[in-house]
């Protein structure tokens, strides 16, 4: 004679206590800041000139410097003006020394954001 098994009722309540605590950990260890954008562009081939020379911009980890002058980051918008002519986009090269953390960077890229009518190139450090 075969004994035949009684099977109990599987009780929910602690797989969703378990549940609850996971959810409830990655709700409290996560952030939820707001993540600023830079937007890259690659460059094209067979582009003209520019009609007037860029500036450039050299940036180091406690420094930066507009065309070899020393300047803090918010007159940078007032030390390009000068640079303008006419309205026409003018081309800022960026150079990053190797100290240089990605938020400082992103710091200036977000503050030349803010500046209609500039044509950013970020160079590539050597």
Do not use: C, W, Y
Not at 9 to 25: G, K, P
Not at 90 to 111: K, N, P, S
Not at 115 to 120: A, C, D, E, N, T
């Amino acid at each position: 004679m075969r004994r035949t098994r009684q099977r109990r009722a599987l009780s929910m309540t602690s797989l969703i206590d378990v549940i609850f605590l996971l959810l409830l950990f990655f709700m409290l260890t996560s952030t939820f800041t707001r993540f600023a954008e830079v937007e890259f562009a690659s460059a094209g081939s067979g582009a003209a000139a520019p009609a007037q020379k860029p500036v450039f911009v050299s940036l180091s980890a406690d420094d930066l410097r507009l065309n070899g002058t020393a300047l803090a980051l918010p007159e940078l918008s007032g030390a390009l003006a000068p640079h303008r002519a006419d309205g026409a986009p003018l081309g800022v090269l960026v150079a990053a020394r190797a100290d240089v953390t990605a938020q400082r960077l992103t710091d200036l890229l977000g503050a030349l954001r803010g500046i209609p009518g500039l044509s950013v190139t970020v160079l590539e450090p050597s």
